[in-house]
């Protein structure tokens, strides 16, 4: 599949799990990556029952963020299709010093809304 644009319209999901939280809510830790580009779904191609299924034992939610709001802020992101997964992207830092932990917390603070999910 080749790689869409992503529009200011879309939506991306992160998944989370519960070591993503503690007493105070969501870590901003959430959204470390090995690679440093934290792994997203682009709302409009994913398959959220599918994503579920091979995350089952782990995932409890999503964090949703809006595309026009991370790109207001330092940010965009990038769609980076798997064969096992058509919606994978990944959120980018525009900053010149990478997705350094104050990164990771201005991103958690563009968090429009967390989706719990039955598991």
């Known amino acids: 599949m080749e790689p869409e644009t992503i529009l200011d319209t879309d ?3 992160r998944r989370l799990e519960k070591e993503d939280f503690d007493r105070k809510g969501l ?12 792994s997203v779904h682009l ?3 994913a398959d959220f029952d599918s994503i579920k299924e091979v995350y089952s ?8 963020f809006l595309t026009y709001t991370l790109r207001k802020h ?29 990164a990771r917390k201005r991103l958690k603070k563009l968090v429009s809304q967390i989706l719990n999910i039955d598991v």
């Open 27 to 38: 870590k901003s830790s959430a959204f470390s990556d090995p690679q440093k580009e934290p």
């Open 43 to 45: 709302e409009r191609l």
């Open 74 to 102: 330092e940010f965009d992101a990038e769609h980076r299709p798997l064969s096992s997964d058509v919606s994978h992207s990944v959120i980018l830092t525009l900053s010149q010093n990478g997705f350094t932990k104050g």
């Open 57 to 64: 034992e782990t995932i409890i939610g999503y964090a949703i």
């Open 11 to 13: 939506k991306l999901y």
